[in-house]
Nanobody
Framework: VQLQAYGGGLVQAGGSLRLSCAAS????????MGWFRQSPGKEREFVAAIRWTGSSTYYADSVKGRFTISRDNAKNRGYLQMNSLNPEDTAVYYC??????????????????WGQGTLVTVSS
């Protein structure tokens, strides 16, 4: 499966953005999906994940209550709604997918497919 993340941009603190992840391939509906981010000089960190059924979602503590992950398997799309953004959210955001089962979903090594990343910049 190939992934393409888009929807990033420049937003003021307190604003919102919705990231999308477009997937190619008929098997996306059976893949768990996650969002990660990476800021300059920092490790790539987990943001959110959703199981292939959409029945379970997981969030990093830093984004819980502000970000919402979702998916539309009929459209081969994943989404990350980001509200109440602050400058610490500035990063390149990546979507990722895996067909493996029994993964934690919170580690980059859980995923086999990655999008190219989209830059989110939050100004103060």
């Amino acid at each position: 499966v190939q992934l393409q993340a888009y929807g990033g941009g420049l937003v003021q603190a307190g604003g919102s953005l919705r990231l999308s992840c477009a997937a190619s391939g008929r098997t996306f509906s059976t893949y768990d999906m996650g969002w990660f981010r990476q800021s300059p000089g920092k490790e790539r960190e987990f943001v959110a994940a959703i199981r292939w059924t959409g029945s379970s979602t997981y969030y990093a503590d830093s984004v819980k209550g502000r970000f919402t992950i979702s998916r539309d398997n009929a459209k081969n799309r994943g989404y990350l709604q980001m509200n109440s953004l602050n400058p610490e959210d500035t990063a390149v955001y990546y979507c990722a997918a895996t067909g493996r089962r029994n993964t934690n979903g919170r580690y980059a090594t859980d995923y086999d497919y990655w999008g190219q990343g989209t830059l989110v910049t939050v100004s103060s």
